[in-house]
């Protein structure tokens, strides 16, 4: 099973910009595709991004079109989500999946993903 661990969390003020990385250990994270959620408090975990295994094609959440880019570096066995314009609304703990099941996979959902990292905080003040 791999190993996630998120960073690069922190306070940023609204517009400004973070990178979370997400390395993965025990096996090669280019086995798998990969996703980034999020959840505020209070809220339920909602869908950030994705980045498939083989292509490359990426998936955004409407909320976050245009402003964070997923990538992925496996030579690092490292996923980033670049958060750029961030808005308040932003604001919550950041978790990256790594999942590996046969097609056809719904990106969006939680339940393709077998493993989670710990989470990192992101808070964007006003």
């Known amino acids: 099973q791999v190993q996630l661990v998120e960073s690069g969390g922190g306070l940023v003020q609204a517009g400004g910009s973070l990178r979370l990385s997400c390395v993965a250990s025990?096996?090669?994270?280019?086995?798998?595709?990969l996703g980034w959620f999020r959840q505020a408090p209070e809220k339920e975990r909602e869908f950030v991004a994705a980045?498939?295994?083989?292509?490359?094609?990426?998936f955004y959440g409407d909320s976050v079109k245009g402003r964070f880019t997923i990538s992925r570096d496996n030579a690092k066995n490292t996923v980033y989500l670049q958060m750029n314009a961030l808005k308040p609304k932003d604001t919550a703990v950041y978790y990256c999946?790594?999942?590996?099941?046969?097609?056809?996979?719904?990106?969006?959902?939680?339940?393709?993903?077998?493993?989670w990292g710990q989470g990192t905080q992101v808070t964007v003040s006003s």
């Open positions: 025990g096996r090669t994270l280019s086995r798998y595709y």
């Open positions: 980045i498939t295994k083989s292509d490359g094609r990426t």
């Open positions: 999946a790594a999942g590996d099941r046969l097609r056809p996979v719904v990106f969006t959902i939680q339940s393709a993903y077998g493993a």
